[in-house]
């Protein structure tokens, strides 16, 4: 049997979207200062990965500290605003989004989106973040950055992910592997050390040691284990 397209729930009442994006995503408070609400929600997902598409009236949506707690999952997530412009906060850090734009931000921490106007459309991505290769003291640095729609990267994951919500060819393995690139696209473009692995390992091993000088316990295998790496990989890394 043919995959059919994924079909779109549609919602009025504010605790229930509350209820509806938790399932989809992670536990979520909303809240809204307007007396009504509209929202609706279409999802295609893989094993390692999810596109979900979301058109909602103005509203905020809050990961709690406390509903953070334990949670371990290893997923990122990236959202493209296609229609209104919304604000994500997490880290200290703060991004404006504008049609065309995107940001990261993880679930492992708290964060607050912000839709201040209605009729809005965006686009989230669910992916596994060690599909980057990227380490994950540099991710949490990228969160909450603005991404314009000219970095590199953006417009195809933009066009890919459009792609599978409308198409009836559910999420093939090929998808899941090019989402993880063109975000890796994506870093590297934000940060140039994150296209080299090995360079950003250095950097944060210099970094690491510069602040613990002072230290009577530092020694490489202290610092491979700061690093999260082995000795050997480290050795290799300042080969």
Same mark, same amino acid.
């Given at each position: 049997?043919?995959?059919?397209?994924?079909?779109?729930?549609?919602?009025?009442?504010?605790?229930?979207?509350? @209820?509806?994006? %938790?399932?989809? $995503?992670?536990?979520? +408070?909303?809240?809204?200062?307007?007396?009504?609400?509209?929202?609706?929600? +279409?999802?295609?997902?893989?094993?390692? !990965? =999810?596109?979900?598409?979301?058109?909602?009236?103005?509203?905020?949506?809050?990961?709690?500290?406390? %509903?953070?707690?334990?949670?371990?999952?290893?997923?990122?997530?990236?959202?493209?605003?296609?229609?209104?412009?919304?604000?994500?906060?997490? *880290?200290?850090?703060?991004?404006?989004?504008?049609? #065309?734009?995107?940001?990261?931000?993880?679930? @492992?921490?708290?964060?607050?989106? &912000?839709?201040?106007?209605? &009729?809005?459309?965006?686009?989230?991505?669910? $992916?596994?973040?060690?599909?980057?290769?990227? *380490? !994950?003291?540099?991710?949490?640095?990228?969160?909450?950055?603005?991404?314009?729609? %000219?970095?590199?990267?953006?417009?195809?994951?933009?066009?890919?992910?459009?792609?599978?919500?409308?198409?009836?060819?559910?999420?093939?393995?090929?998808?899941? &592997?090019?989402?993880?690139?063109?975000?890796?696209?994506?870093? #590297? =473009?934000?940060?140039?050390?994150?296209?080299?692995?090995?360079? =950003?390992?250095? @950097?944060?091993?210099?970094?690491?040691?510069?602040?613990?000088?002072?230290?009577?316990?530092?020694?490489? &295998?202290?610092? !491979? #284990?700061?690093?999260?790496?082995?000795?050997?990989?480290?050795?290799?890394? $300042? =080969?």
């Amino acid at each position: 049997m043919p995959a059919s397209a994924p079909s779109t729930i549609r919602v009025s009442d504010l605790t229930q979207w509350s @209820q509806v994006c %938790s399932d989809v $995503f992670v536990p979520l +408070r909303c809240s809204s200062v307007e007396r009504t609400f509209s929202g609706a929600i +279409r999802t295609v997902s893989a094993p390692r !990965a =999810a596109v979900t598409w979301l058109s909602t009236s103005s509203v905020t949506v809050e990961r709690t500290p406390a %509903s953070t707690c334990g949670f371990a999952d290893p997923t990122l997530l990236l959202m493209l605003q296609l229609r209104g412009t919304s604000v994500v906060a997490q *880290h200290g850090r703060q991004a404006t989004l504008a049609p #065309g734009s995107a940001v990261l931000y993880d679930p @492992q921490a708290p964060y607050r989106l &912000d839709f201040p106007v209605d &009729d809005q459309e965006l686009i989230v991505v669910a $992916f596994d973040r060690r599909g980057t290769g990227v *380490h !994950a003291d540099d991710l949490k640095h990228q969160m909450a950055t603005a991404l314009e729609a %000219s970095t590199p990267g953006v417009g195809s994951l933009l066009g890919l992910t459009s792609g599978l919500l409308h198409d009836s060819i559910g999420f093939p393995a090929g998808a899941v &592997d090019l989402v993880s690139t063109l975000v890796g696209t994506m870093l #590297g =473009a934000m940060d140039p050390l994150l296209r080299d692995p090995q360079g =950003a390992l250095v @950097q944060r091993a210099k970094d690491y040691v510069r602040a613990h000088l002072d230290d009577p316990d530092l020694s490489v &295998d202290a610092l !491979a #284990g700061a690093m999260f790496v082995s000795p050997r990989a480290l050795f290799q890394a $300042f =080969a």
